[in-house]
DNA sequence: TCTTTGAGTTACCAAAAGTAAGTAACAAAC
DNA sequence: GTTTGTTACTTACTTTTGGTAACTCAAAGA
């Protein structure tokens, strides 16, 4: 008991597991990502470009990212509401280091693809 | 122009997507990262290390690796039995941008924890 | 009056992950 | 010769997380 305790608090403080726990949430990186490129979105058109995310799991998201200041929230006093998300300047500066992740990801796609399915070729024997 | 966006981030066939949902599991990452550091861990070793996942969900991360070809599985014909685990060339070409992120957190976490706890503070007004 | 609009919330259900116990196979200890 | 210990997993069960669809608010337009 302790012990787990000790864990949970030891990573809370690891700045390593923190952001991965931050990663480890499917959604934010994707946002960060359509935020980068389109600069600023209303709620309604983040929902639309992403496209399978959840109306409840956008507004999670942004709202963590939004505490951690990655991005930021401006709500304009409008009947119907209007409201626009856009990067802060540390959500920007977080870009250029998934940009490098999905480099990577382009370049061995095919070869995961591959990996992929040879290994399901060895589970059938 | 949302639509095309749309369209691409959908896909099953997207890299982008794709390594987004490797990452989005909590686990994949931190077991790279730490067989990058030891080189080479047995089962029980990487549960030891990582400290609070689950066995299962080793397995499963682990299993899921294996298959996209990160990490190679080494299993010795022993009793009590050996399996090391350690990167492939792929999964070790894929450290230095995970490690770009990691170099980003911890310059920026004290920014991010101070930003939450002012986040707390507001919601409470 | 009724519908529409945008940005959510809420109640309910499904999927993912955590927990704890069990399994296999054999060697060493009792 | 039965029990104990070792390692790398499974499996059954529970909890947490995420998805779905309906609902809300307040005003503008038909």
Redesign the interface.
């Known amino acids: 008991m302790l012990e ?1 305790k000790d ?2 608090l ?2 809370e403080r690891c ?7 931050r ?5 934010s ?2 946002v960060i ?2 935020l980068n ?1 389109e600069q600023k979105l209303r709620f309604n ?1 983040l929902h ?5 995310i959840s109306q409840k799991m956008l507004t999670v998201t942004l709202r963590n990212l ?5 991005v930021s929230r401006k709500v304009f006093a409008e009947i119907p509401p209007r409201v626009e998300y856009q990067l802060t300047d ?1 959500g920007k ?2 870009v ?3 940009s ?7 370049d ?2 095919s ?2 693809l ?3 399915s040879s ?2 070729q060895k589970k059938k024997n």
């Open positions: 787990k864990k949970f030891k990573s700045p390593v597991r923190n952001i991965l726990d990663f480890g949430d499917k959604w990186t994707l990502l359509v490129e058109e639309r470009v992403i496209g399978d939004e505490a951690d200041g990655l540390i500066s977080l250029p280091h998934i490098g992740l999905i480099t990577w990801a382009d061995n796609f070869s995961i591959e990996s992929r290994y399901q």
